[in-house]
């Protein structure tokens, strides 16, 4: 039994022993590489300066870990302070290293290491001489776009990316559906509601899986973020309510003298009882649009029933008492991204 229990303790220890190892091989920096046929893609410069990269970064200038680099400069030259790698305010970059031999130098530089923010930053690798000699990279690491607000309807998606940021998001969010002709693309930080029609084979009431890149551009070469499940959205239904009855009571008026504009505004206050002329499958609640004399007013009104009731503080420069309101609303089925049905039909009523 004692013996059983022995080897059963090697065994988890040996296990957990290749758990760390594996760890630490994924989580090692990169090092200075030395060895110039691991040197593959290189750029000649005009006067002469050769720089090399281990992996493509000539044709595909982004990359998110690290970057390994050899610079042989033209004959003659030598490189004093450079080379170095800076960031888009040209302020050198922690983390990197350099080995530097008569016109060669090796160098490294670990992204992790560094306080980069998603971007571009540079690399001179110019000697002594007059020319200057520099590479434009990108730093790749981008955020997932969670901060888009998103909203649904029956027939169509609405994007609104304000709250994305170019230096964490990139300049574009690409929103697409697989397996349907859906595809929106957003500017990030533009803080209007973009709408992108859903195609025929969407359909209303039903879910589906929204996938996004991140793009950005740096020169003329475009940086993509790997492909990412963004949410699952429920399309609206395609309902439109109708409204039975609209009432209003508990009306007031109260006339004040405004200092700011130096003349009388009014407050009018009033209840509206909203009754649909059937309880909507699935909802969760409605959007109310109340407009008069050409100013709108938007609520949402929770609930599961037929009838739902707001009330309104409007202060404008006439008495309300005596106009008529117009009235719309649409439910909704999804409390996150709304899942909006059509809106039904105006109905009017006075302000007694």
């Known amino acids: 039994m004692k013996k059983r229990r022995v080897s059963r303790l090697l065994l988890i220890l040996a ?10 091989v994924v989580a090692s920096a990169a090092t200075i590489n030395k060895n110039d046929a691991d040197y593959k893609y290189s750029k ?19 990359t998110k870990d690290y970057i390994q680099c050899r ?28 080995d530097k031999n008569g016109d060669v130098a090796y160098g490294v530089l670990n992204i992790k290491d560094t306080n980069l923010k ?51 998001h990139g300049e574009y969010t690409n929103v697409f559906v697989k397996g349907h002709n859906f595809n929106a693309m957003l500017k990030n ?34 940086v993509n973020s790997e492909v990412y499940k963004l949410a699952t959205v429920t399309m609206g239904p395609s309902t439109k309510p109708v409204i039975k009855s609209v009432k209003i009571s508990n009306v007031k008026v109260k006339r004040y003298f405004s200092y700011n504009e130096l003349k009388y505004r009014y407050k009018t206050t009033f209840k509206m009882t909203v009754t649909l002329s059937k309880k909507a499958k699935g909802a969760k609640g409605i959007d109310l649009t109340t407009s008069v004399n050409g100013i709108s007013s938007y609520k949402t009104l929770k609930g599961t029933k037929n009838t739902y009731t707001a009330k309104f503080n409007w202060d404008m ?21 709304k899942a909006y049905s059509y809106d039904s039909k105006a109905k009017k009523a006075k302000i007694r």
């Open 15 to 24: 296990v957990t022993t290749a758990m760390i190892a594996a760890t630490a």
């Open 44 to 62: 000649t410069f005009d006067d002469g300066t050769v720089v090399s990269f281990t992996k493509d970064l000539i044709n595909a200038p982004a």
């Open 71 to 98: 610079i042989q400069l033209a004959e003659g030259d030598t490189f004093g302070n450079y080379p170095y790698f800076t960031d888009s305010s040209k302020k050198e970059i922690n983390g990197q290293q350099w």
């Open 118 to 168: 998603l971007g571009v930053f540079y690399l001179y690798c110019n000697g002594m001489g007059w020319s200057e000699n520099r590479m434009d990279f990108f730093y790749a690491n981008f955020q997932k776009a969670t901060k888009m607000m998103i909203t649904t309807y029956p027939n169509k998606i609405l994007f609104n990316a304000d709250r994305l940021t170019r230096d964490q």
């Open 189 to 222: 930080g533009w803080g209007e509601w973009m709408a992108t029609k859903a195609p025929s084979t969407m359909k209303p009431g039903k879910k589906y899986g929204l996938y996004a890149v991140q793009i950005d551009r740096v020169n003329n070469y475009q």
């Open 317 to 337: 420069p006439m008495s309300l008492k005596g106009k008529t309101v117009s009235v719309k609303v649409k439910t909704y089925n999804d409390t996150k991204y």
